[in-house]
Every structure is written in C-alpha cells, then in structure tokens.
C-alpha cells in the first residue's frame, strides 16, 4: 500500500472510530454534562449558549477550518513524516468563543497557536464582542524541518505547521488586527509578556505539556487575572499539574472538553 493510501485509510479509520464513540451512550451522556455544567457555572442562560452557537455556525468560520484542516493533511503527507494538528475539536472552540464572549476580555493571554484553531475561536469572539486583544505565545514546529533534540518537550504532541507557513496560518486575515504574537519558549517569553499587559482577563495553556511548563505558566498567569478573570488549560489529564493547581486555588474545574477544563478567579 503508498504511503498516501496508509495514511487516508488511517484518517477514515480514526473518523469511524469518532463516529462509534459519538454513539456511545457515556460519551453523548459527558458532553450533554460539559454542555450544561458550562450554562449552570459560567454562563448562566442556555438561551445566551444557542445564540453563541448560530454566531459561529453564521461566521463561516467552520468551512474555513476544514479547508485548512485538507491543506494541512496534503503538506504533511507530501512532508512524510508524522505530524498532528494539535487542534482543539470544533465543540470546544465553540465553548472557548462563549467563554470569551461572556467574559468580554480586554487582555486575553494564550500559549500555543499551531495552525491557529483556538486562536481563530478567540479572536472570532473579540471581533464579536468588538472590544479587546489577544497576545499568544508559539514555538513553531515546522512540518518536515530537524531540530535539536532538546528544541521541543518529549512527550510533545508533535503540532506542525506547513512549510514556510507562520504559526496562526489559517486565521481569516480580518480576524488578525485584534491579535499579537510572541514567537519563543513560553518559559522564556511569557513572564516579560505578561509583566508587559499588566492585569489580564483571561489565559489559556495549550503549549507544552510537561508538568513543569503547565505549573510554571498556571503560576504565572494567575497572579496576573483579574477577579472574575478565567485560566483555561487543555490537556488537563496529561499530567496531574491542573488539578493540582485548582486545589491550591481552592477552585472547582469546569470542564469544556474531555481534556479542556477552565477555572474562574474568585473576587
Ligand atoms: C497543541 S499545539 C497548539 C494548538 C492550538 N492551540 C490549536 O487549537 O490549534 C501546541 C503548540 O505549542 C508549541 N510549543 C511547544 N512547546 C512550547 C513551549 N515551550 N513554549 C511555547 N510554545 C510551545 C508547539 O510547537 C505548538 O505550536
């Protein structure tokens, strides 16, 4: 069998699978959870979530995502090598972009951008809400480059990005003007980040994650949240640092995926 042949039949194996899963009773029985623990604890009205829900559906932001999901798949299959996405799912960017909208931040801090998937829903949501900006952090993994050994974490998902492309590739270009990025280790640039902006609406984790970045970036960007300011992570089951984390804060997570969780900063 080509490589191509492997790699469809892998992609058409890994949808059925999805599809099997989403017909699972526990599987739909968790996400109808996640749906209205997220109106019970954040947003308060069903009604407010279905209105977020037409606003993406009616952006045209999805069709645009799956575009860049088939031209992302042709760059890494013409690569050869074993890439991922490193994307969050399509519910979860919807619950992200209801979270923002809510929260209306004006400071709104993320690390890790990839091809750009929650860094779209976010700004999608600023330009919404009309106010706001987001700064991100990436260290770019570009698809078919060698790096050191030591560049990228080793239990690294292995996020890439075509070849030649900048981190944030796939954001529609009149989603960017609410948007700044930082390009480095979040371990070296995110303290000067955030020592930069000051008091923060939001955060969200989605880099590396070792134990020690989670924490450290947790560490840093707490202290820096407003009250009623949200800290989102994703990956939470990766390690037990977001847990670990919540306790210390004494705060309850709200989960928005299976591995996407969020904690509200208490007045
Ligand atoms: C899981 S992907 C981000 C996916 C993105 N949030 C989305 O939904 O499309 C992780 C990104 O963080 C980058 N990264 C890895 N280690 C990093 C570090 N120490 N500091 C900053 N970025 C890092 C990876 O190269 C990759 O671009």
Redesign the pocket.
């Known amino acids: 069998m080509r490589a191509l042949d492997f790699k469809r039949t892998q992609l058409a194996r890994t949808l059925v699978r999805g599809a099997r899963r989403a017909r699972r009773p526990h599987t739909i029985v968790e996400a109808r959870r996640r749906r209205s623990e997220l109106v019970r604890r954040f947003l308060r009205d069903r009604r407010v979530l279905s209105r977020y829900e037409r606003e993406v559906r009616q952006s045209g932001l999805m069709p645009h995502l799956l575009e860049a999901g088939r031209a992302h798949l042709a760059a890494v299959e013409a690569a050869g090598g074993s890439y991922s996405?490193?994307?969050?799912t399509y519910e979860e960017g919807v619950y992200l972009y209801s979270i923002l909208r809510s929260l209306r931040p004006r400071v709104a801090v993320e690390?890790?951008?990839?091809?750009?998937?929650?860094?779209a829903f976010s700004l999608l949501a600023l330009e919404a809400n009309a106010e706001g900006e987001l700064h991100s952090?990436?260290?770019?993994?570009e698809v078919g480059k060698d790096y050191d050994p030591d560049a990228?974490?080793a239990g690294?998902?292995r996020?890439g990005i075509p070849p030649g492309s900048e981190?944030g590739w796939l954001i529609p270009d009149e989603l960017k003007r609410r948007w700044s990025l930082v390009l480095g280790?979040?371990?070296d640039v995110l303290p000067g980040l955030l020592e930069r902006l000051g008091t923060i609406d939001s955060f969200m984790h989605?880099?590396?994650h070792s134990a020690e970045?989670m924490r450290f970036e947790y560490e840093q960007a707490w202290p820096a949240l407003r009250d009623g300011g949200v800290l989102l992570s994703?990956d939470v089951n990766s390690t037990p640092a977001f847990f670990e984390f919540a306790d210390r804060a004494g705060r309850e997570p709200i989960f928005i995926g299976r591995g996407l969780a969020f904690l509200v900063k208490g007045p």
């Open positions: 996405l490193g994307a969050i690390t890790g951008v990839a091809n750009g998937f929650s860094t952090v990436d260290l770019p993994r990228f974490y690294e998902g996020a981190p280790r979040s371990q989605d880099s590396e970045c994703d």
